[in-house]
């Protein structure tokens, strides 16, 4: 197997800027007394962004069955407050799915 220069320099390239922003949040987040609300407000962000980042392809270049599955899983999720919930309704949807042949 041959090793290209430029991709091993591309992936230490990404893995020192990943690690970097990594290591730089926790610094300046830890060196500060008392954090702003507006970054306060922002961090409690990140969870939903990254949720939404990950749903978001699926949901428009899926099926319908991939549509459907979502959101019954919204639905079930802005319902009920256990996970348990979630991958129960996931199983159903994914059962009738295979039900029907889809």
Do not use: C, N, Q
């Not at 949040?25 to 007394?33: A, N, P, Q, S, V």
């Not at 507006?38 to 069955?65: C, I, N, Q, Y």
């Amino acid at each position: 197997m041959e090793t290209d220069l430029h991709m091993l320099l591309l992936i230490l390239g990404a893995a020192v800027a990943t690690y970097g922003t990594r290591i730089g949040g926790y610094i300046l987040i830890t060196t500060m007394k008392r954090i702003p609300p507006r970054m306060e407000a922002a961090l409690a962000a990140v969870p939903a962004a990254v949720l939404t980042t990950l749903v978001a392809p699926s949901f428009f270049t899926g099926g319908w069955d991939s549509k459907l599955a979502l959101v019954v899983a919204l639905a079930v999720g802005l319902r009920f407050s256990h996970s348990w919930m979630l991958v129960a309704a996931w199983v159903v949807v994914m059962t009738w799915r295979h039900t029907l042949g889809m």
